[in-house]
């Protein structure tokens, strides 16, 4: 876990766990219409194992933490490139555009939806907007 790496296990003992990993194309069966991921800064290698279940452009919920980038060995760039070379725009919640690193680097929420190209985020997010209200 990204968790060992952090502030937040400083003076604490550590424990290693061995678990069996596998990638979301094998896990996931059918045509998922939504899917959600939070794991702890992961969400990018989780998305890199599932490119035959974006195919299908299932609505996504995932966690964006801007350190995230650092402790997995990746960049902001790949991730968005990646969503975004699958038909999907980057928003918050609210339906504000997260399309580019810059966006999601200096955005003030770790929540993201990507959503297809084609459909409705006006609609998606309304909800979160009148709740906001």
């Not at 760039?77 to 339906?95: K, R």
């Amino acid at each position: 876990s990204s968790l060992a790496k952090r502030d937040v296990s400083e003076g604490h003992q550590v424990e290693a766990t061995t678990v069996i990993v596998t990638t979301l194309d094998k896990l996931v069966k059918g045509r998922p219409a939504f899917m959600k991921i939070d794991i702890e800064g992961a969400e990018y290698d989780a998305l890199r194992g599932a490119s035959k279940t974006l195919r299908h452009r299932p609505l996504l919920a995932f966690e964006f933490d801007p350190s995230s980038p650092h402790y997995f060995n990746y960049q902001t760039e790949d991730l968005v490139g990646m969503l975004a070379s699958h038909g999907y725009a980057i928003t918050d919640l609210f339906g504000h555009p997260h399309d580019t690193a810059e966006d999601m680097m200096t955005a003030r929420l770790w929540n993201f939806l990507a959503i297809p190209t084609g459909m409705d985020v006006q609609k998606i997010c309304a909800p979160a907007r009148s709740n906001a209200l």
